[in-house]
């Protein structure tokens, strides 16, 4: 039987939200979910030319709502279209959010012209992820990059950021996620969120990481696994300033071609602030002519599976395959790494820098 779950996911300005989505598309998608993105109406809107200072923000959200409306019921039907049974649409700001930006009189004159009673809102989403704007707590990471339609300042951030909370608090299933963390626990510890709420029995944590001996014997036990997914990536490192690392990669499984951006600001030994996106195919090309032609392309088949509750991820590069990376999910608190009999493992590599993507485009060997 087929579940739908729409899942919202909102905040004030730079909090996330645009990371969350690429990272989300990824993970879910290795976890054996259909994934569905509907990407932010404003921005959208926003970036064709229609925006708040060509008609005033009245009519502006008018704009907002109608289009929300229809991409959200394309997206449902899709969802009931596709193949699987287990469906994630992931909304980039819902309907509420629309009310952070009127008085609580326009919205509901707003919401008139469409038909649709407030009390109705929160009962259209399953749940609602807000990711709190990084002007609160990490100024030092708001920027402008992430969203060529960012106008806010950090005190109108801030401002858009109480007023989104405000507007969801009745929302029987809101989860706030904050900056107590650097940026990229915020966003494991959203992808946690969500697992809990799908009843997920391990959750995003952290991954251990094993270089392990390779050959067709351990291709086949692989292959007998629960939720056995394959996936062909392909990842190319960009022309970039001092402590900033840009690649973009292609990712391919079941006949479906999906391309990310990836933006890492190396900010301490130990610290590092990262954006991703979700790319066209044209915007994938277009970034061909900044690739850095002194680091090798990672060319790599991976295969994603579950077992005894852990989930495992088997990387083979192109440039050996005698050898592999396994990586295997460890929930916080459980400090037992479960194994298959069936890999030899040569060590384990977690903090080596030497196994990481960067090192490995450098190098080609292990």
């Known amino acids: 039987m087929k579940t739908i779950k729409k899942i919202v996911f909102t905040g004030g300005p730079c909090g996330g939200k645009t990371s969350f989505a690429s990272r989300a598309m ?51 039907k899709a969802a009931q279209n596709i193949e699987g049974d287990k469906v994630l649409i992931f909304i980039d700001r819902g309907l509420f959010d629309d009310k952070g930006y009127v008085s609580d009189e326009e919205f509901a004159q ?30 030092e990471a708001y920027s402008f990059n992430t969203n060529a339609a960012r106008y806010e300042t950090v005190e109108v951030a801030r401002a858009v950021d109480d007023r989104t909370m405000e507007v969801w608090k009745d929302h029987p299933n809101r989860v706030i996620i904050g900056n107590e963390t650097d940026f990229e626990w915020k966003i494991i510890r959203a992808m946690q969120a969500v697992f809990q709420y799908l009843g997920e029995e391990r959750p995003v944590e952290v991954f251990r990481k094993y270089l392990v001996e390779f050959d067709d014997s351990v291709l086949e036990n692989v292959k007998k696994e629960s939720n056995f997914v394959t996936t062909h990536i392909y990842e190319q490192f960009l022309k970039s300033e001092p402590n900033v690392e840009k690649r973009i990669r292609r990712r391919i499984k079941n006949g479906t071609t999906r391309y990310y951006y990836s933006e890492a600001n190396i900010m301490g030994a130990n610290k590092r602030v990262k954006n991703d996106m979700i790319l066209s195919e044209r915007q994938y090309l277009s970034y061909q002519p900044q690739v850095n032609e002194e680091l090798n392309p990672i060319d790599k088949e991976r295969y994603s599976f579950l077992k005894d509750s852990h989930f495992y991820k088997l990387d083979i590069f192109n440039f050996d395959k005698t050898k592999a990376l396994l990586s295997v999910q460890v929930p916080l608190g459980d400090e037992e790494v479960r194994i298959p009999l069936y890999f030899k493992v040569i060590k384990e590599v977690s903090d080596d820098v030497n196994y990481k993507n960067y090192s490995l485009a450098k190098s080609q060997k292990y």
């Open 26 to 76: 990824e993970v879910f998608s290795d976890h054996g979910y259909r994934v569905i993105i509907d990407n932010e109406s404003a921005t959208d809107l926003i970036s064709g030319g229609i925006s708040p200072a060509t008609m005033g923000m009245y009519e502006f959200q008018k704009y907002v709502i109608d289009l929300q409306l229809k991409k959200e019921e394309l997206c449902y």
């Open 110 to 139: 707003l919401l008139g012209e469409f038909n649709i009673r407030e009390e109705e809102v929160n009962d259209r989403y399953d749940m609602v992820l807000h990711l709190v704007t990084s002007a609160k707590g990490a100024e």
